[in-house]
């Protein structure tokens, strides 16, 4: 039932920004569609805290983002003008196709004061539709599909689960929600997807007869699974269908190497826009930066 166990590995975004990266991990490139999976905080914010600590504008190609906060709030900024806060149990989906620019930052949090936590995640897009239009749609709370039963509160994110469809706009067949448990609650993990994972972001849950805490990921087989909270847990569940082989560059997802590349010389070259109202500073291409082959998952 279960076919491998991925620990987060702990990364400094700098500016005292801190995350569990989960995806991409050097056995296990993707779980369906998702190609990235990062844990955020839980941290602390200070008033007045370093603008350092923000996510500044950066490139995207080949991929979809969803930012997804237990708590906090983060103001996002894009090349497509939309500007708006991202808060918790809301959902901002920015496929970026061809490219895209963003900004995140912790306004809020440097005003008064915040407790950050969420999941960031990155969904690769099929080969047909790698270069498509960037887009981006917001979802407020009580737009997603949300149920209570037996100890379980859950919100569907994205794709379909349950017998419910969230609204985002996805490009290959997936599945995203959030599941709140009470200990000792039940609950399954939704079937009729080629690759699953579950990840625990805070407590305890057994599933397939392995304990899974806060900071792990399980990559399931496509055998029926149930799970069960030890105590309290909030876990994310996620599958999807295979795409194919992606590369991973920097913040660029594609099928092609040379696609990459030219990702890469177009924002060393300043020849992506900025995001409106944030384009007074970047983030560079970092030096060292490596692709990344990944194989079919």
């Given at each position: 039932?279960?076919?491998?166990?991925?620990?987060?590995?702990?990364?400094?975004?700098?500016?005292g920004?801190?995350?569990g990266?989960?995806?991409?991990?050097?056995?296990r490139?993707?779980?369906?569609p998702?190609?990235f999976?990062?844990?955020?905080?839980?941290m602390?914010?200070?008033p007045?805290?370093?603008?350092?600590?923000?996510?500044?504008?950066?490139?995207?190609?080949?991929?979809?983002?969803?930012?997804?906060?237990?708590?906090?709030?983060?103001?996002?900024?894009?090349?497509?003008?939309?500007?708006?806060?991202?808060?918790?149990?809301?959902?901002?989906?920015?496929?970026?196709?061809?490219?895209?620019?963003?900004?995140?930052?912790?306004?809020?949090g440097?005003?008064?004061g915040?407790h950050?936590?969420?999941?960031?995640?990155?969904?690769?897009l099929?080969?047909?539709?790698?270069?498509?239009?960037?887009?981006?749609?917001?979802y407020e709370?009580?737009?997603?599909?949300?149920?209570?039963?037996g100890?379980?509160s859950?919100?569907?994110?994205?794709?379909?689960a349950?017998g419910?469809?969230?609204?985002?706009?996805?490009?290959?067949?997936?599945f995203?929600?959030?599941?709140?448990?009470?200990?000792?609650?039940?609950?399954?993990v939704?079937?009729?997807?080629?690759?699953?994972?579950?990840?625990?972001?805070?407590?305890?849950?057994?599933?397939?007869?392995?304990?899974?805490?806060?900071?792990q990921?399980?990559v399931?087989?496509?055998?029926?699974?149930?799970?069960?909270?030890?105590?309290?847990?909030?876990?994310?569940?996620?599958?999807?269908?295979?795409?194919?082989?992606?590369?991973?560059?920097?913040?660029?997802?594609?099928?092609?190497?040379?696609?990459?590349?030219?990702?890469?010389?177009?924002?060393k070259?300043?020849?992506m826009?900025?995001?409106d109202?944030?384009?007074?500073?970047?983030?560079?291409?970092?030096?060292?930066?490596?692709?990344?082959?990944s194989?079919?998952?």
């Open positions: 039932m279960i076919e491998m166990i991925i620990e987060q590995r702990r990364r400094s975004l700098g500016g920004l801190e995350v990266r989960v995806l991409p991990f050097a056995e490139r993707m779980i369906g998702f190609i999976f990062d844990h955020m905080g839980p602390d914010i200070a007045g805290v370093d603008r350092n600590a923000d996510v500044r504008p950066h490139p995207h190609i080949g991929l979809s983002t969803v930012t997804y906060l237990y708590s906090g709030e983060m103001m996002h900024r894009d090349s497509l003008g939309y500007e708006l806060p991202v808060r918790p149990q809301e959902v901002n989906w920015m496929t970026a196709g061809r490219g895209v620019t963003h900004s995140e930052r912790l306004e809020k440097r005003a008064s915040d950050l936590h969420g999941i960031q995640a990155w969904v690769a099929p080969t047909a539709d790698e270069e498509t239009d960037p887009a981006f749609a917001h709370g009580a737009d997603l599909p949300a149920w209570r039963d100890g379980v859950g919100h569907l994110i994205a794709g379909s349950y419910l469809v969230a609204g985002a706009r996805t490009h290959s067949p997936l995203y929600a959030h599941l709140d448990l009470e200990a000792g609650a039940r609950a399954e939704p079937m009729g997807h080629g690759e699953r994972g579950v990840y625990v972001a805070t407590g305890e849950i057994t599933l397939g007869g392995r304990t899974l805490t806060a900071g990921m399980a399931l087989s496509p055998a029926a699974s149930h799970l069960r909270a030890e105590r309290p847990s909030t876990i994310m569940l996620l599958g999807g269908e295979p795409v194919g082989e992606r590369y991973l560059y920097w913040n660029f997802v594609s099928s092609s190497p040379d696609r990459l590349q030219q990702a890469a010389e177009d924002w070259a300043g020849r826009k900025l995001p109202g944030d384009d007074q500073e970047f983030t560079p291409f970092p030096d060292g930066a490596r692709m990344m082959p194989p079919l998952s």
